[in-house]
């Protein structure tokens, strides 16, 4: 009986490889199945940045978390980007989704967007997004809208 044990033991551990190259190629195809998916059915939604966690202690990279909503639900994400992207807990960047799977998604670090959310007059609220580039606000504007949401809030 003990021999038997010992001669196992001594099988898997020669062969112990065997057994991860299944597992291995599994989620290699995993990973291309979702790429693909992303790739042919997508849309694109808004994302906020929540947190972040360092990827590694010695490398100049982080592991940036995000939020967004399809259809009232919430769905989440991660992805690492340099440090010295300049990338900010709040910012809101462009993600894209798998329409059947949103859970597969991908974020795009490149544009940086601003919230805009309008029409407190109606009292129908709408939230809409424009680049930072393209979004100049001056201080009156501003003050205005901080009123409004302010009377909003109150009401």
Not at 23 to 50: G, H, P, W
Not at 52 to 77: I, L, P, Q
Not at 115 to 127: A, L, M, P
């Amino acid at each position: 009986m003990n021999m038997s044990i010992d001669y196992v033991w001594k099988t898997t551990k020669n062969y112990y490889w065997l057994l991860v190259i299944p597992i291995f190629v599994f989620l290699y195809f995993k990973t291309l199945q979702n790429e693909r998916e992303l790739d042919n059915s997508f849309k694109f939604t808004f994302a906020r940045v929540n947190y972040t966690s360092s990827v590694y202690k010695k490398y100049s990279k982080c592991s940036y978390h995000y939020e967004f909503f399809v259809e009232g639900k919430k769905y989440a994400g991660s992805s690492s980007a340099y440090i010295s992207d300049d990338i900010k807990i709040g910012n809101f960047y462009q993600v894209k989704f798998a329409s059947n799977d949103p859970g597969n998604n991908k974020i795009d670090f490149t544009t940086q967007y601003y919230q805009i959310i309008s029409g407190f007059e109606s009292k129908k609220i709408d939230t809409s997004y424009i680049e930072v580039s393209e979004y100049k606000v001056d201080s009156v504007d501003l003050k205005n809208r901080f009123n409004r949401v302010k009377a909003l809030i109150e009401n």
